[in-house]
C-alpha cells in the first residue's frame, strides 16, 4: 500500500515538473510596419497642403527675429541638419509659443526626426490655436496622420485623414 502511495506521489511529481518544462505558443507578433523615410512622410504632409488660388489663405505679420529663425531652419532643413532645425524653431518658440505655423514647422522637424508622438502633439496644438481651413489646417492633420501611420496606429490615421478634406473652404466668388 504505502508502495503504492509513493510510486503515485513520484508519478505526480513527474508530471508536474514535466508540465513546467511546457514552453508556451510564442506570442503572436504584430505585422511589421511599412518601412517609410521621414523624408517621404514629409513629403505626403507637403502634398496634403496643396495651395489652391480659390481658397482663401491669411498670412499673419511676423516677428523679424521670428522670421530669422525660421529662415534658419528652413535652411538647417534643407541641409539635413534636422538637430539645427529642432533648435532654431525652439528657439522661435520661445519668443512666439502659441504660433501655429512655428508650431506646425516644429512638428515637422519631430517627423523628419521620427519623434512620432510629438510631432503629432505639436500638430494639435498647432491646429487648435490656429485656423481650422486652409493649408496649414491640412498639414497640422496630414502630419498628425503620419505621426499615427508610422506607430501603427492605422485606424486612427484613417480618422486625421478624414479631417484634411474638411481643412478645405473654397474662398469668396466675387464678381
Given at each position: 500500500m504505502m508502495n503504492k502511495i509513493l510510486t503515485r506521489t513520484t508519478a505526480l511529481t513527474l508530471a508536474v515538473?514535466?508540465?513546467?518544462?511546457?514552453?508556451?505558443?510564442?506570442?503572436?507578433?504584430?505585422?511589421?510596419?511599412?518601412?517609410?523615410?521621414?523624408?517621404?512622410?514629409?513629403?505626403?504632409?507637403?502634398?496634403?497642403?496643396?495651395?489652391?488660388?480659390?481658397?482663401?489663405?491669411?498670412q499673419p505679420l511676423r516677428d523679424p527675429q521670428v522670421e530669422d529663425l525660421r529662415e534658419a531652419a528652413s535652411g538647417a532643413r534643407a541641409r539635413r541638419d534636422y538637430a539645427a532645425a529642432a533648435a532654431a524653431l525652439n528657439q522661435a518658440l520661445l519668443i512666439v509659443a502659441d504660433d501655429p505655423a512655428v508650431l506646425q514647422e516644429r512638428a515637422e522637424v519631430a517627423l523628419?526626426?521620427?519623434?512620432?508622438e510629438r510631432a503629432e502633439t505639436l500638430a494639435r496644438?498647432?491646429?487648435d490655436l490656429g485656423s481650422q481651413v486652409g493649408p496649414l489646417c491640412r498639414r497640422h492633420w496630414?502630419?498628425?496622420?503620419?505621426?499615427?501611420?508610422?506607430?501603427?496606429?492605422?485606424?486612427?490615421?484613417?480618422?486625421?485623414?478624414?479631417?484634411?478634406a474638411a481643412?478645405?473652404?473654397p474662398g469668396i466668388n466675387r464678381m
Open positions: 515538473l514535466a508540465a513546467g518544462c511546457v514552453t508556451s505558443a510564442p506570442e503572436p507578433q504584430a505585422p511589421a510596419l511599412p518601412k517609410v523615410a521621414p523624408e517621404q512622410r514629409l513629403a505626403a504632409v507637403e502634398a496634403a497642403a496643396g495651395q489652391d488660388d480659390k481658397e482663401l489663405a491669411v523628419l526626426q521620427s519623434e512620432f496644438r498647432a491646429y496630414a502630419t498628425i496622420e503620419q505621426s499615427r501611420l508610422a506607430r501603427g496606429e492605422t485606424e486612427n490615421a484613417g480618422s486625421a485623414q478624414a479631417q484634411i481643412c478645405t473652404v
